[in-house]
């Protein structure tokens, strides 16, 4: 699995979720998970990625690729 850091923009706490949004080399990056992470805004955040479960989407149509 690979592994991906980036600088935590913008942290949301949405009921059993959290959504952390990273700038990783100037493209901003959504993350999901369930618990609030550690993060603070404008700290480094790194975390493996598993390709399976991965959603990219087009940032111009926002459909799913």
Do not use: K, M
């Not at 993350?31 to 493996?48: D, I, K, V, Y």
Request: glycine share 10%; with cysteine; charged share 25%.
């Amino acid at each position: 699995h690979g592994s991906i850091r980036g600088d935590v923009q913008v942290i949301e706490h949405l009921g059993p979720e959290t959504f952390v949004y990273l700038d990783v080399a100037g493209r901003q990056l959504c993350c999901r998970t369930g618990r609030q992470e550690p993060a603070r805004l404008g700290s480094s955040l790194s975390f493996a990625v598993d390709p399976a479960n991965l959603h990219l989407f087009d940032s111009d149509s926002g459909r799913r690729l």
